[in-house]
């Protein structure tokens, strides 16, 4: 029996197959193992959100014993998957989800790279254009602090007050949010990946400097002008009548549009129609290639290591 009207329990059909889909993507992209790790994902239109159950192997995870959740946190009982416990991390995502609308989606993982420094304490630092680009700054670190409620406040103080959708919990691991579940689960890829580069880039003894903070500062305003013009493409794609084409160019974006907001090239936050449903499956077929090819660190690390040693000296 359907509890909700026909567009809500489409919409928590479609965050349930997101979510269970997402975390097999962070097994094979490296990012989390055995029942470690959570995604979420907000249901738009609702006040409820889906997160994976507690202490479940990723490998048994499905959309339908995803939990689905009002905004306190509490089980949405009769619902598929309300038989199980949510994710010890439910109240968390619950008190980060009221605390901004613009949160759709959040991930935890305990990446390994982005792990040791949160373990280090230390943020991971701006060395590449890509992070520049990717996070408008270095990916900040939250002091570690032990009560539940005090945590989520202080990941959402950290997310208010820099661009970066990433942060590292100290002692503890990575958080990362977004307009979607998979743009929190991309940023948390990419934040193990920056990670992972600054680490290999460091072991050959070099001391990198960051770059400047115009320099960041005039990337980053080109990366969210491009997702502004590529925005305004979809958009107009999406409501040009068939057979038409769209106006918009990328050229043609407003500079300082939409600057700010979370949203990463591709994605929309309406509820997509049945054209706009088909694109958005291609685009996460496509996306989640990329992060499936990510699942050989250790390999590609040990050829990193080879191709960056100094000749004439150790690595360690
Ligand atoms: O961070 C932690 C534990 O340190 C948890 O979030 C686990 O990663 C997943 O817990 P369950 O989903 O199995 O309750």
Do not use: C
Not at 89 to 106: E, K
Not at 157 to 166: E, I, K, T
Not at 221 to 230: K, M, N, P, T, W
Not at 269 to 282: G, Q, V, Y
């Amino acid at each position: 029996m359907n509890r909700f009207e026909p567009r809500i329990e489409v919409a928590v059909a479609r965050v349930r197959a997101d979510v269970a889909r997402l975390h097999k993507l962070l097994v094979r992209g490296g990012l989390t193992n055995w029942t470690s790790g959570v995604v979420s994902g907000r249901v738009p239109g609702a006040d409820l959100f889906v997160i994976k159950p507690g202490g479940l192997d990723h490998t048994d995870l499905a959309p339908d014993n995803m939990v689905l959740v009002d905004l306190d946190g509490s089980v949405v009982e009769g619902t598929p998957g309300s038989e199980r416990r949510p994710s010890r991390g439910v109240a968390l995502h619950a008190q980060l989800y009221r605390h901004s609308d613009a949160i759709g989606g959040i991930v935890h993982t305990h990446s390994p790279y982005a792990t040791a420094f949160a373990l280090r304490g230390e943020p991971v630092p701006v060395l590449s254009t890509t992070v520049a680009d990717e996070f408008g700054g270095p990916v900040p670190l939250v002091p570690f602090v032990n009560a539940e409620a005090d945590v989520a406040s202080a990941i959402a103080g950290s997310l208010d007050a820099q661009p970066s959708r990433a942060v590292l919990l100290e002692r503890h691991g990575v958080y990362a949010v977004g307009e979607r579940p998979r743009d929190a689960v991309r940023a948390a890829v990419l934040v193990e990946d920056a990670a992972r580069a600054v680490q290999l880039a460091r072991a050959t003894g070099a001391d990198i400097r960051p770059l400047d903070a115009h320099d960041v500062e005039t990337i980053r305003a080109r990366r969210l002008h491009a997702d502004a013009a590529r925005r305004r493409v979809q958009r107009d794609a999406e409501s040009a009548p068939a057979g038409s084409y769209p106006t918009s160019r990328p050229g043609n974006a407003r500079s300082g549009g939409e600057t700010g907001s979370w949203t990463t090239p591709g994605s929309t936050s309406s509820t997509p129609t049945t054209t706009s449903a088909s694109r958005h499956s291609e685009r996460n077929d496509r996306e989640d290639e990329e992060v499936g090819s990510r699942h050989d660190h250790g390999r590609r690390d040990a050829r990193a290591r080879r191709m960056l040693r100094p000749r004439g000296r150790r690595f360690r």
